[in-house]
């Protein structure tokens, strides 16, 4: 991967303090595709092992964005899809929707590279909001995000960096926020 444009890291004592983080991510994300439109497609790729807390990022993401549903983990059906309301939704010319396309993956049991040309999922890449665990198992395109968890004692480290000035200005905000 190219370098990143910007980088936030912290140390996550446990689930409850990923669960935070998460919900902070949701809000400025939410704030920006209310403000600047879901554009081309925004891309977060999920790194860590397993039982890193990519799921729980994930979960806590979709319930601060309102969803109240259940949210299954993709392991099986390596996609799990959500429409979203974006709350404060500014309508302008470029944006006729207040609602987003959200695809959840985990590619954890994609086969090969194939498999995930074959599912069609690339069609799924543009204008939604992206959120994937195990990105690695795919040839995807460079994310605007990528969250990379890992243990760190009884708790996580996590890495936020960005790698496109959506990116950029999503991880400005994430360190800013407190
Ligand atoms: P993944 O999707 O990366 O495989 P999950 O989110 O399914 O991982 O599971 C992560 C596990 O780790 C859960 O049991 C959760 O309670 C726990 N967990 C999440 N974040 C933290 C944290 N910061 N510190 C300690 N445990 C955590
Ligand atoms: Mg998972």
Not at 30 to 58: F, P, R
Not at 104 to 117: I, Q, S, T
Not at 152 to 172: C, F, N, T
Request: hydrophobic share 40%; charged share 20%; aromatic share 10%.
């Amino acid at each position: 991967m190219h370098n990143a444009l910007g980088k936030y890291s912290v140390v996550l004592q446990d689930e409850m303090a990923t669960q935070i983080l998460a919900e902070k991510f949701a809000v400025v994300l939410m704030e920006h595709i209310a403000t600047h439109g879901i554009g081309l497609g925004i891309q977060c790729h999920l790194s860590g092992d397993l039982g890193a807390g990519k799921t729980t990022w994930v979960r806590a993401l979709l319930r601060a964005c309102g969803y109240t549903g259940r949210v299954k983990s993709p392991t099986y059906t390596l996609c799990e899809p959500y429409s979203l309301t974006l709350k404060n939704f500014r309508a302008n010319a470029n944006e006729k929707h207040a609602y987003i396309d959200v695809y959840h993956f985990d590619l954890y049991r994609l086969r090969d590279a194939r498999e995930w040309e074959e599912a069609g999922f690339r069609d799924y890449l543009s204008g939604a909001l992206c959120l994937i665990e195990w990105p690695e198992r795919a040839l995807l395109p460079v994310p605007d995000v990528i969250i990379t968890l890992s243990e760190k004692g009884s708790g996580r480290d996590a890495q936020i960096e960005a790698y496109s000035p959506v990116g950029k200005i999503l991880v400005d905000h994430l360190s800013y926020a407190r």
